[in-house]
């Protein structure tokens, strides 16, 4: 079946700018988690959700950052007052459950620039 | 709190070669560590993982180690090919929250026909 999937691909805009980056997981896989990668780095955690709420948020970095995943399949990453350093390749990925031993399937990530 | 940490950053051998990517964390109480590829403009996709009470785990031409109480794992890479250059990250869960990965900044390898 088809993997994960991200939109948009890429998305440019300006500071200041409110953005939202949608996750559409894999049929079936209860848990979803964001992740943002900045150039030459790792993934880094921001939030998970197993089904439709979100069970560790810590690493939001500030409450600009807000996710939902109302009916614990589509997820939305949404961006308030965008700024400059927060552009950087945000990943979205799925797994059957949230146990520890379920392998996560990566999207191939929407590409944020903020100008 | 954990920090993963890949050497080299960077790495180019030539084909046919074998190879060790290097990764070590600063926190041993780890769920499990996994390695993953990453091709340009591309998720991740999971090579292997290693549960904290395994050594290793092996598919295909990669074999993974773990030695927990020194806080290191390697990724050895047989017969290299040119198909094999990727970025290639680490990654630790932990007991606190094993859904939360905490990956490293990853190994760039290329291959050279």
């Known amino acids: 079946g088809a993997g994960v999937s991200q939109t948009p691909s890429n998305k440019v805009t300006e500071k200041g700018k409110y953005v939202e980056l949608r996750c559409d997981p894999i049929?079936?896989?209860?848990?979803l988690y964001w992740y943002r990668q900045s150039l030459g780095q790792g993934p880094e955690f921001l939030i998970y959700f197993q089904g439709t709420g979100a069970a560790d948020d810590s690493g939001l970095p500030n409450d600009r950052f807000f996710a939902v995943r109302p009916e614990g399949s589509v997820s939305t990453l949404k961006i308030q007052r965008t700024e400059r350093g927060d552009s950087a390749v945000y990943l979205c990925a799925s797994s059957l459950t949230s146990g520890e031993s379920d392998t996560q399937y990566f999207g191939p990530g929407t590409r944020l620039t903020v100008l | 709190k954990q920090e993963v940490t890949q050497i080299p950053a960077a790495l180019s051998v030539p084909e046919g070669e074998n190879l060790v990517l290097n990764c070590s964390f600063t926190d041993s109480a780890i769920y499990n560590l996994q390695w993953f590829r990453q091709d340009p403009g591309k998720g991740l996709t999971s090579l292997l993982l290693i549960q904290s009470s395994q050594r290793e785990q092996t598919s295909g031409r990669l074999n993974a180690s773990l030695d927990k109480s020194s806080g290191r794992s390697t990724l050895y890479i047989a017969a290299s090919q040119p198909g094999d250059s990727a970025t290639y990250l680490c990654?630790?869960?932990?007991?606190?929250?094993?859904?939360?990965?905490?990956f490293g900044s990853g190994t760039r390898l290329s291959i050279r026909p």
């Open positions: 049929s079936g896989h209860t848990a």
């Open positions: 990654a630790v869960s932990g007991y606190s929250s094993a859904s939360k990965i905490i």
